[in-house]
């Protein structure tokens, strides 16, 4: 349980959905929220689907207890058309069951948009930061880079085959590039303090990027 932008999180709604113990998603506005049994990566999927369906992340935000994960996803649609929530719902469930080419339909996704804009984007390299004393109950995690379709995808995805747990992520362009600040845990619910682990860390998210 933790308080992002002055807003305790899971709020009480967001726990009842998780008190059902069954899996939730719901796209409503420009939120999508997802309830499902905690498993490594559920947080990369429901990012790798968003990016596929051409939405940009304004803020994502991510918990779990007793068995239970929530993620939510504040979204704008990159070309201003209306969100079409039961098609992000139904390929949010096929990501889920593992019925979705997620890494392949990404880089096509990125194939397609990103041709126009890399040429516009900031020459600047990406960077990566790790600080423990940011947080009193995880390691804060923050990303450099220049904006690039499935970015949020990649990372995450990253940070799972590493068996760390996001708990929370906030994100913010910046023109042509992105500021992404994770914060994580490793699989006991700790900090990631050992130097080398964080060294580690460092170099799989740069290879990403």
């Known amino acids: 349980r933790g308080e992002v932008s002055g807003r305790t999180f899971p709020d009480a709604g967001q726990r ?32 790798g689907v968003r990016a596929i369906e051409g939405l940009e992340v304004l803020m994502a935000q991510a ?26 719902g139904s390929r949010v469930e096929a990501a889920l069951d593992g019925r979705l080419a997620l890494q392949a339909r990404v880089a096509d996704h990125a194939r397609t948009y990103d041709r126009d804009v890399v040429a ?13 004393e940011a947080s009193g109950s995880a390691t804060v995690i923050e990303v450099h880079a ?25 994100v913010q362009t910046l023109g042509h590039r992105v500021v992404d600040s994770f914060y994580v845990r ?13 060294a580690e860390i460092e170099k799989a998210l740069v290879h990403e990027l």
């Open 63 to 88: 918990a779990s207890e007793e068995g239970m994960a929530v993620s939510v996803f504040r979204v704008r649609p990159r070309h201003g058309q209306d969100v079409d929530w039961e098609r992000v």
């Open 186 to 198: 490793d699989l006991a619910g700790s900090k990631i303090t050992d130097p080398e682990h964080l």
């Open 16 to 47: 009842e959905l998780m008190n059902r113990g069954d899996r939730v998603v719901l796209g409503e506005d420009d939120r999508l929220t997802v309830v499902p049994p905690e498993r490594p990566g559920v947080f990369s999927r429901v990012a």
């Open 120 to 132: 516009e984007a900031e020459p600047a390299p990406p960077e990566v930061r790790t600080d423990n």
């Open 146 to 170: 220049p904006d690039r379709t499935g970015l949020l995808y990649r990372i995450t995805r990253a940070l799972a085959d590493l068996d760390l747990d996001v708990r929370s992520a906030m």
